[in-house]
């Protein structure tokens, strides 16, 4: 069992950034890949990066201006998102692979357990 905790979400304006984090409590593994996903009002929740067996992927709507990042000491999964814009408004959950089902990086069916998501609003 796997509990992710997010935390880092918030109001700022456009241009501004945010440092998103998930907590892992549990047993995860570098073998595999956890990730950052988003939802906007109205929208399909899409992969926005991720970390599998130690190499990064970006969806190519962030790439430039997120960066991820973990520390295995700490458990900890990091989202930096820099030169924010209103379209990123969402909420933003974290999501870890332990075992193998198929799917590629930015599918929902790869990742086994999920967090409750924080929410990041930018304004104009």
């Known amino acids: 069992q796997v509990q992710l905790v997010e935390s880092g979400g918030g109001a700022v304006q456009t241009g501004g950034s945010l440092r998103l984090s998930c907590a892992a409590f549990g047993a995860t593994s570098s073998r595999y890949c956890m990730g950052w996903f988003r939802q906007a009002p109205g929208k399909e929740r899409e992969g926005v990066a991720a970390?599998?067996?130690?190499?990064?992927q970006y969806t190519d709507s962030v790439k430039g201006r997120f960066t991820i990042s973990q520390d295995s000491a700490k458990k900890t999964l990091y989202l930096k998102i820099d030169s924010l814009k209103p379209e990123d408004t969402a909420m933003y959950y974290c999501?870890?692979?332990?075992?193998?089902?198929?799917?590629?990086?930015?599918?929902?069916?790869?990742?086994?357990?999920w967090g409750q998501g924080t929410q990041v609003t930018v304004s104009s």
């Open positions: 999501a870890a692979q332990v075992s193998w089902y198929g799917g590629w990086w930015y599918e929902e069916k790869r990742y086994n357990y």
């Open positions: 970390i599998c067996s130690g190499a990064t």
